[in-house]
């Protein structure tokens, strides 16, 4: 095993996604402590003109291949496993986003590796890696010690991505498609055969082991990955296009202020309230899953466990319970300002500031407040 520190850089539709930097920035820092370099790991196509950006890492290994250009689980995580086993990091960050989702689950299953999912915070102690994970939709925390090597799932936010967005070219490392030989023979197949130890990352002793009765599997034979090239038998998995979000709506992890609405505000009519109150702070409004499912907001806009983790300066939460899986998506906000009718609401234990009023009489006067020029 090397001390290499791996980040897996996420692309999606060919421009690198925010989150590869808050993990570059990560990387760094664990990289620096450990004093062991940080290698960015980019699988995918034409992506080279944004190779720059990945400067914060020592080196890229980029395989500039169509087969594992989209999203697709399965091309990718073999992939991913081969360079794993040919170069074997000490630790590999992977982003947890619904882009990386897939393949983040099925990789340890590969490699019969270890994993340590839903990472909030990752550090060394006393010259190992800990991690400090969510469970039970952030009910619970677990500080976990990092086995070595390891697979780290890492939640969106979990340190700025300035500090990962460096302006110095890499070195950049080219390589083909890794397709280790044998491949049908590896452990996503359903056949039951023994892990090579000497590959990569050990086999588990966690109890990780080959889905032997799972039969409608992500088995990846070598004729599987002939027709990614469309010479051979449909893969399982097949990417077929992108459906195109509503348009016109906007990036929340991207806005310094947001402006949150739960099902306290009571009325759809309440929307545009908020709506004036960020257009006046120069920030975007965003909801509780409720205001979503009524449709009152688009699903882009949902906060929490299945929707966006978000980071902004300032996050004003208004008729908003503070139900763990809302607060696991802003909870790292800068300054978190909460107005709720009952004192005792949850949310006011991770607000900075908590303000007991009606959520609609609180947006009318800080929107008016808010418009007073200075
Ligand atoms: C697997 C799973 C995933 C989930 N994912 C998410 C997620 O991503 N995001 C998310 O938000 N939720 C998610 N949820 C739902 C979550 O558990 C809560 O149900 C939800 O966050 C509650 O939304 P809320 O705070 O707006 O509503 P409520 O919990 O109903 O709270 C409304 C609050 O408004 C206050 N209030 C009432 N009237 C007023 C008033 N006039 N002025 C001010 N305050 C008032 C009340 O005191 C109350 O605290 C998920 C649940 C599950 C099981």
Redesign the pocket.
Known sequence: MRDNIWVLVEAWRGEISEITYQLLALGRELADGLGSPLEAVLLGRRTVHRLATLGAADRVLYVDDPRVEQPVAAARAHALAALIRERQPRALLVPLTNVSWDEVGLLPACLEAPMVNSCRDVRIAGGDLQAECLLY?GKMVATVAVPEPSILGVLPGIRPAKPGRADQSPEIESLPLPIPEGLERNNCSTEAVEAPRSQGLRPSRTGVRRRERNTASVDASAAEWDSYSATGPKPAVRFQGYLEPEAGDVDLTQQDVLVA??????MEDDVELAEELAEALGGAVC??????DQGWLPLAR??????VIVRPRAYLA?????????V??MMDSELIIA????PE???FGVAHYGIV??????LEALTEAARVPA
């Open positions: 939709g609405i739960g099902r306290g505000v009571g909801g509780s899953r409720p205001v979503i949902q906060v929490g466990k299945s929707g208004f008729g908003i319970s503070g139900a763990p899986e809302h696991e998506g107005v709720n009718t009952d609401a949850p949310i009023e009606d959520a609609a009489e609180m």
